[in-house]
């Protein structure tokens, strides 16, 4: 069985930093894409950062040069650093194994 176990959001000013993690199981982890993707109450899931079996990385825009996504394939877990925070960067971050399943989400919420 496939488990994604989403940690480390919470409620940081803005310009804070936070490092979520995601632990898992039930496959190979090292021969898959991982992502990191949010999502607000009413609106569609966003896409934030991918993570190659090779470690190539990518981002949104909206996150680049502020977040930093990254593997350890010996832990078997993701991680996502985020710096720099902004209100609009408020959310339910989750992972995801490819385009497949995704956790059950850590909150993170940005405001003074």
């Known amino acids: 069985e496939v488990r994604l176990v989403e940690s480390g959001g919470g409620l940081v000013q803005p310009g804070g930093s936070l490092r979520l993690s995601c632990a898992a199981s039930g496959f190979t982890f090292s021969s898959y894409l991982m992502r990191w993707v949010r999502q607000v109450p009413g609106k569609e899931l966003e896409w934030v950062s991918s993570i190659g079996n090779t470690g190539t990385t990518t981002y949104a825009v909206s996150v680049r040069g502020r977040f930093t996504i990254s593997r350890d394939n010996a832990k078997n877990t993701l991680y996502l650093q985020m710096n720099s925070l902004k209100p609009e960067d408020t959310a339910t971050y989750y992972c995801?194994?490819?385009?497949?399943?995704r956790g059950q989400g850590t909150q993170v919420t940005v405001s003074s």
């Open positions: 995801m194994r490819a385009s497949m399943e």
